[in-house]
């Protein structure tokens, strides 16, 4: 997922990072095809560089040369909502048809079955960045019709479609899972499978997803991760194994 | 004329147990902010040894640090937007508070990242509401009604609302500050200024008391006037496990290993007597944690200075 | 993991020419921002040279930076909060454009500072509009209909609203950037950040181009991120009359003397044609200046650095 | 007027100062009873102690050894905004009988007879300070029964009273002249005179006002300013004589 993560990131991108995965994705995407990243944390750091893998987003590695430091307001006004977000990277507990994430409760909200996090700057990501990567591995209980909560928007929902809402981002553009990736319709923004690991077959996807999933004509099939590439993750970038 | 520069006429240095004995109330709004930097443990350990009861606790990141509170007893509502132990998992004390009302009930109040950072910024302002192009999509307005709406009168868009926040006290935790609490922060800044400006009160507690000459040596460093502060209490240390940069850097391996410690209210009880209720302050509990200084005191990366001549 | 501290790979350094002949068109809404320091003259005589046309002039304080634009003709409005000479009297160009048309008819949008403030905020923030608590008992609002109310949807109390200010371009001077416009400014900050945030383009004047790895080494001293930055010019004594702090000091006396050269029409144009239109760029301007650089240099005052270790 | 405007200020008085007298009478009152004035200027310095008299709001010499530096935005919303200010000092082309302020235009708006510079941060001192000081030379012309533009709204209008507006601060409590000083009457906020110079009698200071001058029955008389206040003044704080 790392890898294929990193890959959708392009060189000079703004990246709202996230810890864990995310995290791993730029900075792998920075050791290869991307080095020019700009990584952007909610805590406030600027063009962080860090020199060790950030166990939280707050991280005092992530002020140690950075670019800068702005107050969380500023990350929020003038960034986020500021229109300055390239990319944003969520997860979530749970991601449904329409690219809705929840990562507020399973069950009902006065109920909860589990109860989640929260949005953190989630919602915000999902409404602000221009596009945004959701990295989740898949399986039939993370990938319902319907969310139980919609922490952050996705395509369209019982409140309507980006468009109606006025969004001014592009939400989830690619959903990067353990075993292919998924991308909104251009036409309704349900999901659909576009590309596929060597490792996995259509039907095992189509069996971890909670909709009828359809797949694109053009399906992509991936190549294994380079030797380079896993040796990066494991020896450089992730080598006490927090997140592999 | 006069230089007025390194004079100090009126100190309000006093130890951490008088400033909250005399600034944080039963029944009280606290806050006590840091993005993962500079939250100040210290003084939620005060509160909990003093028995504070009732409060409305708010945060961005609840964390460690209002877990323990809750643990203790001390709040009955959370105003909060990420609920978690970064990176490790839940936070467990503040489940079962919310869950089972265990050891008393607690009431949520929930916003995101930015309604958090909106409501600091209107009670700055002193604003009753601030805007914010959020939330449309989201359920959260639905299970907020403080959450609402405006509409723009050049524009006629409707935009989300958030209520100001004004908490009637607010602690924040600095590398450094004058005796008048004319305080400096490098590193993240957090909505450390936001939720200063919006209290009623404020403690400022540092890990160095600095002569007023080594603040006016760089005043672009200031975040927060020292006339707006109530209290100063220099408390080193005060931020463990949350770090000061280059002071001491963020205890991972505590963030680890509270997990097992909250997840079983009676253990966590027994930290809570032998770690805060059993100590008489900061000094005391860094007595109890040997080796801690050495394995977290931060290595030296000094930055060149600037010049404030013309 | 790989630590990218000094690569520079995209450099923005251009000369203050190119920077205004690609990025400043006639008809276009231009801020030089700069609250008496670092106001960006040597981009002003530059936009004078090359003529432009039509513009839409914002700043809260005009200062002789517009006076001196609005009398070569380059502005057909004025967007402003307090039009005139500090301490010393009235923006003589800025009142015969006003009052006479000379030499092109004026328009001007009248605010207060917290009204301009508000409106940078609001562009740097995209929203359409800004709260304040302002106005009320003042005939502004009746001579700018632009100046409207919004009603709080949680007190129902009306307050005053400025609409988003979204300059086409906007241009700050700083002390220092690295070649990515990554910006570093100590001393008064202004409306910078702002106006920055909220421009479609910007062009960041520095006194020093320095290494990536000096903004690195001290990221809280960056106000204005290189990601939103168009183009880098290095333009030493480029806010001259105006100052830089730890650089050189305002020329108090070019202040006051401006009263005179602006007072007489046809003295202004000779003084346009010697030190703007006669001279190719800052630093042929610097060379008709002799003892300019003596008499202001800044003295050193150079405070300590801090720790960013961890 | 730069000594009475210096009695107006008690120590540890957090003050919005302007340029010209009123920086004069700060420092005046720093280097005499109120050592811990907190000087906050709207360009930003906080806490300034400037070693020569500033020229204008922006002198560099506010920033060398002060307190802080806030940007324009924290300054108007959390300082003054925010009823962090109790004391702003203002100036004016005309006071009227209300405490109304005139710093915009001479005449009509669109034709003016003279046009000012306008508000600056005025507007917002005159509705959030907890209580302004007024320092302006007394004349028939600058103190007319109602200005010619409310640029900075005093006790009453024709939009109302303060409590009508709902305004916050304290507005223009004390005007110091150079013949007397001014204040609201409690009852209708009519400027009334409550004392005055030994130099001066009430008949002059009527004369020098546009509205029947209602006088104090207290009417104090203020001593000569001492030897050492001028000793201050004329060789300290403004030894090239800028401004007296």
Redesign the interface.
């Known amino acids: 997922m790392a890898v294929r993560a990193s890959k959708e990131l392009h060189d000079?991108d703004?990246v709202f990072v996230g810890?864990?995965l995310p995290n791993l994705a730029c900075?792998l995407a920075?050791?290869t095809h991307a080095?020019?990243l700009?990584l952007i944390y909610?805590?406030?750091?600027?063009?962080a560089?860090?020199?060790?893998?950030p166990?939280?987003?707050?991280?005092?590695?992530?002020?140690?040369?950075?670019?800068?430091?702005?107050?969380?307001?500023?990350i929020?006004?003038?960034y986020?909502?500021?229109?300055?977000i390239q990319v944003g990277f969520l997860g979530g507990a749970q991601v449904d048809r329409y690219g809705?994430i929840n990562s507020?409760v399973i069950g009902p909200?006065d109920k909860p079955k589990v109860?989640l996090?929260?949005?953190?700057?989630?919602?915000?990501i999902?409404?602000?960045a221009e596009r945004v990567i959701v990295v989740a591995p898949l399986s039939a209980r993370s990938f319902p019709a319907a969310v139980d909560?919609?922490?952050?928007?996705?395509h369209a929902?019982k409140?309507?479609t980006?468009k109606q809402?006025?969004?001014?981002g592009g939400g989830p553009q690619r959903i990067v899972t353990d075993v292919g990736v998924l991308e909104p319709s251009p036409d309704d923004g349900e999901l659909e499978l576009v590309g596929i690991y060597p490792s996995a077959t259509v039907d095992e996807v189509r069996s971890k997803v909670g909709w009828p999933l359809r797949v694109r004509s053009d399906l992509e099939k991936y190549p294994p991760p380079t030797a380079e590439e896993l040796r990066l993750l494991r020896e450089?970038?992730d080598p006490t194994h927090l997140y592999i | 004329m006069k230089p007025a520069g390194s004079k100090v006429v009126t100190s309000k240095v006093v130890t951490m147990k008088d400033a909250v004995a005399r600034l944080v109330r039963d029944g009280d709004v606290v806050v006590i902010e840091g993005f993962t930097h500079l939250i100040c443990f210290a003084a939620a350990h005060e509160i909990i040894r003093q028995r504070r009861k009732d409060l409305t606790i708010c945060r961005l990141t609840p964390d460690l640090v209002y877990d323990q509170l809750i643990a203790a007893g001390c709040a009955r509502k959370l105003v909060f937007s990420w609920a978690g132990n970064p990176g490790v998992g839940s936070l467990h004390a503040l489940r079962r508070a919310i869950e089972k009302g265990v050891p008393v009930p607690l009431e949520i109040e929930e916003y995101s990242h930015f309604g958090m950072v909106a409501r600091f910024s209107a009670g700055a302002a002193k604003l009753p509401f601030w805007p914010l192009s959020d939330y449309r999509g989201s359920d959260l307005p639905a299970v907020n009604p403080l959450i609402r709406t405006v509409r723009c009168p050049y524009t006629d868009v409707e935009l989300a609302t958030v209520p100001a926040l004004n908490p009637d006290v607010t602690i924040i935790h600095a590398q450094r500050a004058d005796a008048e609490g004319n305080a400096q922060i490098w590193g993240l800044y957090g909505v450390q200024k936001e939720a200063a400006f919006a209290a009623k009160r404020v403690i400022m507690v540092v890990e160095e008391i600095v002569e007023s000459a080594v603040v006016r040596a760089d005043p672009n460093r200031t975040l927060i006037p020292g006339f707006i502060v109530d209290a100063v209490v220099c408390e080193p240390w005060g931020a463990h496990p949350s770090y000061a940069q280059g002071y001491y850097d963020r205890d991972n391996d505590f963030y680890v290993a509270w997990d097992e410690v909250s997840r079983d209210e009676a253990r966590l009880r027994s930290w809570l007597d032998e770690f805060v209720h059993d100590v008489a302050d900061r000094a005391a509990y860094m007595d109890k944690m040997p080796g801690l200084r050495e394995r977290l005191k931060a290595k030296p990366r000094f930055c060149e200075g600037v010049n404030y001549g013309f």
């Open positions: 000079g703004v810890i864990g900075n920075r050791a080095p020019d700009v909610e805590s406030g750091a600027v063009g560089v860090p020199d060790r893998l166990v939280s987003i707050g991280d005092p590695a992530l002020v140690t040369d950075s670019l800068g430091v702005a107050s969380m307001a500023d929020f006004q003038f986020l909502q500021g229109g300055r809705n507020t909200y109860r996090p929260g949005s953190g700057g989630a919602c915000e999902a409404i602000h909560f919609v922490t952050s928007p996705g929902g409140y309507g980006r809402l006025g969004l001014p450089v970038l």
